[in-house]
DNA sequence: CGGCATCCGGGAAGATACTG
DNA sequence: CAGTATCTTCCCGGATGCCG
């Protein structure tokens, strides 16, 4: 029995499908099921593989994982790519089109920060981490700013630059980086958005500071969260 | 055997939520449920009652949409109020943080219609007509432009301002507008987005327009699509 | 290890019918 | 008009096992 688990082209009718002219509802048509756009944040800062966004999407199992990594390659968000020898194995990697859902995704995050419901001492990726700081910088805090951070968080590093007000997130790191950042991603953003003093952080083991100190009692700052919404009621 | 039907309070931990720090997970956990997007949406330009929406949310149950309803009342993004007689009833309505909503959905919309599965002459809601307006609009198209166009689309009528360059939608009929269009929306859309002429909805009796024939012509070239992504593969 | 196939239990979504 | 009640379908999440 063959079980045609063929699970969705875009021209057979799903009852589970808005097939709306609306550009809203289609967005949701193809990237509104259940962790497929976290899939996607994990790939906005470069590709990944399957087992390293496993890891980073805490709570999705392998087979959904596999059917989102499906759906969003058969959508066109994103590919699949044969790693050359000796690195061997295959990464997910998002299309041009993909790319551009960043903007989205930030402007979904902010104002999702002012539900009441958000609380920043969750857990968070690395990845989670460096795209909010792309998400809340605000201009007017980082104009005249140019540094560059590191962050070393886990396995995983990244590198962001302020330059003329913009801010500039990469994995990677750089080569002369006037702060460094060793520790996790809620560590990191315990200080930034949850007000807890780096001292303290640095104290309890759970970050490490090397480089330019003004620098971080600066940073720490850049990030303000918006007001928290009034639930009337 | 009291059934405990409390839907998840925001404690009680869910395999459904993500409980995640990271704003767009969090905002997955506010609505990324099947339809809850798309009922803010039909609220975007105004309150609207339970009906209403059903009959603009084509597929949507009974059943689902109070549970939706139910689900945002909680978080915040929308409140139940009584009608004044003689009207009365009871209608949804936004808060404050559920409106400003809307510049999110318009980058979600606009990045899905890039999506070459996107097809903009399927159905369309009156109010999904008048947001693709308000996202799509480019700046340098409208610049200068300063008119009112009124649309009545079946049982609801809404009012369009170009002013200043920005786009400006409201339920209700202006005073004197300079054209207006009596149809439906996916007619509009077709004119708009899909390329027909004005022309060949007239003689089908798909649209019917009143007023400034020259602003209808240029008002149908200010909304252009952006370029599909193309599938690799 | 990396990825996919399969089976299972629970629960969300969909359809329909019904009630105040 | 504004929802419940009920039943069915099928998606999600977990576990296991296969294969290169």
Redesign the pocket.
């Known amino acids: 029995m063959v079980?045609q688990?063929l699970?969705q082209t875009e021209n057979v009718p799903?009852?589970?499908r808005y097939e709306d002219a609306c550009g809203t509802a289609h967005a949701l048509d193809l990237i509104g099921?259940?962790?497929a756009l976290l899939v996607m944040r994990e790939l906005m800062l470069g590709p990944k593989?399957?087992?390293d966004m496993r890891a980073d999407l805490p709570?999705?199992?392998?087979?959904?994982l596999?059917?989102r990594?499906e759906g969003l390659e058969r959508a066109g968000i994103l590919v699949r790519r044969q790693l050359p020898p000796p690195a061997s194995?295959?990464?997910y990697e998002l299309t041009e089109w993909g790319y551009q859902a960043k903007p989205v995704m930030g402007a979904l995050g902010r104002w999702a920060t002012r539900s009441p419901g958000h609380d920043p001492s969750r857990h968070l990726s690395p990845v989670s981490l460096m795209l909010s700081f792309q998400a809340m910088g605000q201009p007017a805090l980082t104009k005249g700013l140019d540094a560059t951070i590191l962050f070393r968080l886990g396995r995983e590093t990244y590198t962001l630059r302020f330059a003329d007000g913009a801010i500039d997130a990469q994995r990677g790191a750089a080569e002369h980086p006037d702060l460094v950042f060793t520790g996790t991603a809620p560590a990191v953003a315990a200080a930034v958005y949850g007000g807890v003093p780096l001292e303290v952080l640095e104290a309890e083991g759970a970050l490490k500071l090397e480089g330019d100190r003004a620098l971080a009692a600066r940073f720490v700052t850049l990030f303000p969260l918006p007001p928290k919404a009034s639930l009337p009621g």
Chains 1, 2 share one sequence.
């Open positions: 079980l688990n699970t799903s009852r589970r099921e259940r962790w593989r399957f087992s709570g999705i199992s392998a087979n959904v596999t059917q990594l194995g295959q990464v």
